[in-house]
């Protein structure tokens, strides 16, 4: 009787993942003395991946590569580039793409990672192909009454000139001139003459121990009209500032710039505090206005700092951001607590993580949040590792993940005599399974042979019992392997035995009996010959 298979097929699943960049840059600089420098960036490849992460899930089928298209359901992908006026004046500009599933609406959303596919990529691009060449200079020409410092930027032998060349004269001419000039147009021509366009008060007054600076400052150009008016105080070991900038360009309308900002460090005793806060308004970019707290407070014992920024003044009992630390030195041991939190959407984020030591024993828990419709993931055990003349620990670990059973395992070793040690373990594993771990390892070393033993039992409800026995030896001339196993009423047994008889001479024998079956292995070698 014959069996004829005419073709064999297997399939497999395959996660890959790059981390890399590709980038060429070829760089020559001139140098003549400290008046005049030259650098000349040469980028060969038209796209430059400065970096790049990209992962795939791909299904092995036979000789057959299948790309998985992942969650395409409202997935995420985005795509930005810098300023066009910025690419057009130096001819380069800085992209990044990035493209991941949104798993805020599922409920059983598999993890991140495994969710592809997603690519983060941040590459440097050329706005005009035809640049070969990128080339910075600048000048230093000095003479006894002025210092004339110049920098410059260009792009030889290209299709489109780009050029920009600010030209600042040191306190003797006390003026400041630079512009931009791209494909042969002048973008932007200012000139400043501190004299003329800048105008500035400042008064000081002090009453009580408190000192406060008022200031006042115009600056205006043809196209900028520009003023600053507000106070600097001292009190003590307090500073505060509030500032005002209002500020309009020609045919644009009137904009403001507000920032406050308070600081204060005090040192009583063992005590040490230290209060900060900070705020910024933007008529322009409300999108961009902030309010930040710092808070740190000290002692011999005790550590607390905490910051965190809000969207605005009035929100900062809702931060978007917050970042607290906390630690506490006990007689009997040490407590930490730190926590890391992000509320805006669409994606919030929440990291917790505490630690206490208590004498003997040592506690930690981690948690990190990521999408709150769905389970957290929780990190929790603790270690009890008494000193004493005889080992024991008891530990137990406990993780939970959204997709999956929650996994306790709980653990106890102790050596009941000297080099005699007896585990047990009980846990829950992801899939639900549970199992009970009965062990014993005896260390009967002598002087010329060393002899290691392990026994151990593996229970379940949801499998029979498995027995194994492994035994190790060595001396000298001879190392032996020994295991025995019991599964389902079948027995297992593995032999290994390694036998020097010269040093160039050695004899190996390998012995496995499954389930009735039995296979063996001779090696005899001898190098000599």
């Keep these: 009787m014959g069996v004829v298979a005419g073709s064999l097929s297997s399939s497999a699943v395959r996660l890959s993942a790059r981390l890399y960049t590709a980038t060429a840059l070829e760089a020559k600089l001139s140098l003549r003395g400290l008046n005049v420098g030259r650098l000349d960036l040469s980028l060969p490849r038209d796209k430059q991946e400065i970096f790049a992460a990209k992962s795939e899930l791909v299904i092995l089928h036979g000789e057959r590569e299948l790309q998985q298209p992942g969650l395409n359901r409202n997935r995420i992908a985005r795509s930005t580039c810098s300023w066009t006026t910025v690419d057009r004046a130096i001819g380069i500009k800085l992209c990044a793409a990035y493209q991941f599933p949104n798993m805020t609406n599922l409920h059983n959303a598999p993890y991140f990672l495994m969710s592809g596919p997603a690519k983060y990529i941040l590459s440097l691009e050329k706005a005009d192909p035809s640049a070969k060449t990128y080339a910075f200079q600048y000048k230093w020409q000095k003479n006894d009454t002025a210092n004339i410092i110049g920098f410059s930027f260009d792009t030889p032998d290209s299709k489109y000139s780009q050029s920009s060349r600010p030209l600042p004269d040191l306190p003797h001419d ?32 002090t009453k009580g121990g408190v000192t406060q600076w008022d200031i006042t400052t115009d600056f205006q150009t043809r196209q900028l009209a520009s003023r600053l008016i507000g106070y600097y105080t001292l009190n003590g070991p307090t500073h505060g500032a509030k500032l005002q900038l209002d500020y309009e360009f020609y045919r644009n309308p009137k904009q403001t710039i507000r920032l406050e900002g308070v600081y204060s460090e005090r040192v009583l005793g063992y005590r040490h505090d230290l209060y900060g806060e900070l705020s910024m308004d933007f008529t322009a970019y409300p999108g961009y206005n902030f309010y930040a707290v710092l808070r740190n407070v000290k002692t011999q014992s005790h550590i607390d700092i905490g910051f965190n920024v809000s969207a605005s003044r009035q929100q900062k009992l809702d931060p978007a951001f917050t970042v607290t630390f906390k630690r506490i030195d006990k007689l009997s041991g040490v407590k930490l607590a730190a926590e890391l939190a992000m509320t805006r959407p669409p994606r919030p984020i929440l990291m917790k993580f505490n630690f206490e030591e208590t004498g003997p024993k040592y506690s930690a828990l981690a948690v990190l949040n990521f999408n709150p419709k769905s389970r957290e993931i929780v990190l929790s055990g603790y270690v009890f590792a008494p000193a004493g003349s005889q080992l024991y620990v008891d530990a137990e670990a406990n993780i939970t993940l959204p997709t999956l059973h929650p996994c306790t395992l709980r653990a106890k070793l102790h050596e ?77 047994r593995a032999l290994v035995r390694h036998v020097s008889v010269a040093e160039q001479r050695f004899s190996t024998y390998g012995e496995v009996d499954a389930a009735g079956r039995a296979y063996s292995l001779t090696l005899n070698a001898d190098l000599y010959n």
């Excluded at 001139?177 to 008064?203: E, H, P, W, Y």
Aim: net charge neutral; proline share 1%; glycine share 4%.
């Design 174 to 205: 006390k003026s400041l001139q630079a512009s931009l000039d791209v494909d042969g147009r002048k973008q932007f021509d200012t000139q400043c003459l501190s004299n003329d366009m800048i105008s500035s008060t400042v008064k000081v007054k």
């Design 416 to 492: 009941k005599q000297p080099n005699e040690f007896q585990l047990n373990a009980v846990g829950i594993w992801f899939t639900g399974v549970d199992f009970n771990v009965d062990a014993l390892y005896q260390d009967q070393s002598k002087t010329n042979l060393a002899s290691h033993r392990v026994k151990l039992i593996l229970n379940s409800s949801h499998f029979k019992d498995i027995l194994v026995d492994a035994r190790f030896t060595q001396d000298n001339r001879q190392i032996t392997f020994i295991g025995q196993g019991e599964y389902n009423t079948a027995s297992y």
